[in-house]
């Protein structure tokens, strides 16, 4: 099973801003106790593995941004 549309934004947009603060998937991981090969399989589109709304909130603030800036601006 793969990520939806809408899943794929997100976590495009999440990497994209988390490289624009200078921080890696170690660090995320960090955020969440998991490790960075799990951060590895969210930004992959082939895996189901997903951010929950709390992670993208916690996301948010660690990256000193909205959880609305990780959301497509346009229905897919």
């Known amino acids: 099973m793969s990520k939806t549309k809408v899943e794929w934004a997100i976590v ?3 990497r994209v801003i988390r490289k624009t ?5 170690r660090n995320i ?10 951060i590895g399989q969210i930004e992959t ?3 189901a593995s997903m951010y929950s709304y709390d ?3 916690e996301l948010a ?6 959880m609305g800036d990780f959301m497509p601006e346009e229905p897919l």
Request: aromatic content about 10%; some cysteine.
């Open 21 to 25: 603060k200078g921080k890696t998937q």
């Open 55 to 57: 992670n993208l909130n």
């Open 45 to 47: 589109e082939s895996s």
């Open 12 to 14: 495009k947009k999440v």
């Open 61 to 66: 603030r660690r990256l000193d941004c909205s």
């Open 29 to 38: 991981a960090s955020y969440f106790g998991v490790t960075a090969g799990y």
